[in-house]
Antibody
């Protein structure tokens, strides 16, 4: 069974760093792109970036370039989303999602359960 | 950059009614790269349709999709209580992933 399991909720202060994770199982981790998606309170879905764990090829949304870092650790089948200095406006739920296998498949068939990040002084 | 505009923002309907949701792209897109998702309160999004009209695994045939170029439609033939949720369209091409703003289907 394919699963994406994300790390737990975080409460941080502005200026702190954070790294959240998304562990894939039930499939060949290195063969599928993984995207990160933000959902601010009461708002819609925003694409942040996407990584191919096989070679760590990473693409960022222009809105998030330089604001976050996406990485992957193949031996533990896990992708990460990290911030070096959080802001209150980073308060949101963050989802990871797996893209379809073939290059023609531009949809996301499995999603993590989401990680709530709260940034407050 | 492609922008997806969904309408209406909110759709107020009763169980048993038909729901028609629109997704309009700012420029022509390939139907292969257009997908729809359902998000219930407190849950992660769930893939409904891909390639504009192909149902994902386990999705009932009350959900259907159509359209081409710039205009796409998600239809729910007869609303059931579990269908009241927010629906998003999504496009991904040239390493850019875009979501529409969502349509909330609420109980009238």
């Amino acid at each position: 069974e394919v699963q994406l399991v994300q790390s737990g909720a975080e409460v941080k202060k502005p200026g702190e760093s954070l790294k959240i994770s998304c562990k894939g199982s039930g499939y060949t981790f290195t063969n599928y792109w993984i995207a990160w998606v933000r959902q601010m309170p009461g708002k819609g879905l925003e694409w942040m970036g996407i990584i191919y764990p096989g070679d760590s090829d990473t693409r960022y949304s222009p809105s998030f370039q330089g604001q976050v870092t996406i990485s992957a650790d193949k031996p533990i089948s896990t992708t990460f989303l990290q911030w070096s200095s959080l802001k209150a406006s980073d308060t949101a739920i963050y989802y990871c999602a797996r893209r379809g296998f073939y290059s023609s498949q531009r949809h996301f068939d499995y999603w993590g359960q989401g990680t709530l990040v709260t940034v407050s002084s | 950059e492609i922008v997806l505009t969904q309408s209406p923002g909110t759709l107020s309907l009763s169980p048993g009614e038909r729901a028609t949701l629109s997704c309009r792209a700012s420029q022509s897109v390939s139907i292969n790269y257009l997908a729809w998702y359902q998000q219930k309160r407190g849950q992660a999004p769930r893939l409904l349709l891909y390639g504009a009209s192909n149902r994902a695994t386990g999705i009932p045939d009350k959900f259907s999709g159509s359209g081409s170029e710039t205009d796409f439609t998600l239809t729910i033939s007869r609303l059931e209580p579990e269908d009241f949720a927010v629906y998003y369209c999504q496009h991904y091409d040239n390493s850019r992933l875009t979501f529409g703003g969502g349509t909330k289907v609420e109980t009238k």
